[in-house]
């Protein structure tokens, strides 16, 4: 390749890199007055001063054609200014809140955008700002959803996010609360705030029962529920309804019936010792199979993890297998067992009959 040529192509390449240079720092940043817009958010209230993540704001009030996408300032700015509180932020000099507007889960900013800017390029997590929350109005199962998370918040004062799914649940979780606020006045003879008492109950009461859901990788049984979902059926059942199912003794040695037992029991846990979700359900099955069939019916069945003992015996029926079966406290014994038998058993060629037995208590030397 002659020299000409390698000019070009370096030509070429540079040409490449300012083209994306100027795709990356293209556009700007979100309008407010367009997504006001959008979600027909005019309601508002003052959420006063909030430590909100820098990430989460993504637009302006009044500037957003001052910054590109990234939240940079334009070339066609001064950046003397944002130079200026980058390094006061450097040297840890305290600067006012910021003002921002909220619109669901994005921020925008009425006042400070160059101090978001210099927050950003910092790479700084949170910043403090004072928030005016403005509400979607347009009526869609995700804004009513919102409304209701934002009331929730709005009361308790909790930050840390309760995400659910399904309208009217915050409602019983905000009368969980305050159940718990007449019992913690009761308990310490003073008087608490809503908020004070919604603390309390989500650390000593909502954290723990949510962390033995996770452990228990609960959630991936349940495709498009949250874990605050299954914490609000849970104890919908357990504490409001008290109702009875085939796994109400075993879900009573977890989660008592009563909240304040539950609070009481986790004061007591560490958090390295909370219980599992998870059981191991111990059946018999007695199987009949065709005749000269019973070694290919007892292979395929040892395959299974399930199955921890198989015997070819003479009588009524020709194989007996002893399973163990792990489940989730929500269901039943006999949801899973009769599951595995119809999946697993009933299907081999050869099986012509099954029966399961399932221990009631068990003794072993």
């Known amino acids: 390749m002659d020299i000409i040529s390698w000019k070009s192509l370096i030509a070429s390449i540079r040409d490449i890199g300012t083209i994306l240079k100027r795709w990356w720092e293209g556009g700007e940043i979100k309008s407010f007055e367009e997504k006001q817009k959008a979600e027909e958010a005019v309601s508002r209230r003052d959420l006063g001063i909030r430590v909100v993540p820098v990430r989460q704001i993504v637009g302006s009030v009044g500037r957003y054609h001052d910054f590109d996408s990234q939240f940079r300032l334009k070339e066609d700015h001064s950046p003397d200014r944002l130079e200026h509180i ?25 006042d400070g955008n160059h101090r978001v800017a210099a927050a950003k390029a910092l790479g700084q997590v949170y910043i403090d ?8 109005s347009k009526e869609t199962l995700e804004n009513i959803l919102y409304r209701e998370r934002a009331d929730f918040e709005w009361k ?10 399904e ?10 609360i305050t159940e718990h606020h007449l019992f913690l006045e009761q308990q310490t003879g003073t008087t608490l705030s809503l908020k004070q008492a919604a603390k309390d109950w989500y650390e000593t009461i909502y954290k723990p029962l949510v962390t033995i859901i996770e452990r228990s990788r609960l959630v ?10 299954l914490y609000a059926y849970i104890t919908y059942q357990q504490w409001q309804k008290g109702r009875e199912r085939e796994y109400g003794i075993e879900l009573d040695r977890l989660i008592p019936k009563s909240m304040e037992e539950f609070r009481k029991r986790m004061a007591e846990t560490q ?13 018999f099955l007695l199987i009949n199979v065709l005749a000269g069939r019973e070694d290919q019916v007892m292979e395929e069945l040892f395959k299974h993890k399930e199955v ?3 015997h070819f015996v003479p009588g009524d029926f020709d194989i007996i297998a002893k399973i163990a079966v792990e489940r989730d406290w929500l269901s039943s014994d006999s949801e899973v067992i009769g599951q595995f038998v119809h999946d697993r058993v009933r299907r081999l060629p050869g099986v012509t009959q099954t029966r399961t037995i399932i221990p009631i208590s068990s003794r072993r030397k």
Do not use: N
């Open 167 to 176: 309208v009217g649940q915050y409602a019983h979780l905000l009368g969980q």
């Open 156 to 165: 308790t004062g909790l930050s840390e996010p309760v995400i659910l799914t």
């Open 129 to 136: 700002a004072h928030v005016v929350e403005y509400l979607p």
């Open 271 to 283: 958090v390295s010792e909370f219980p599992e979700m998870k059981r191991v359900t111990i059946a």
């Open 220 to 229: 991936e049984a349940f495709p498009g529920r949250t874990v605050a979902d």
């Open 308 to 310: 921890q003992e198989i």
């Open 86 to 110: 980058k390094e006061a932020m450097r040297k840890g000099k305290i600067l006012p809140p910021v003002e921002l507007y909220k619109i669901k889960d994005e921020y925008y900013v009425l």
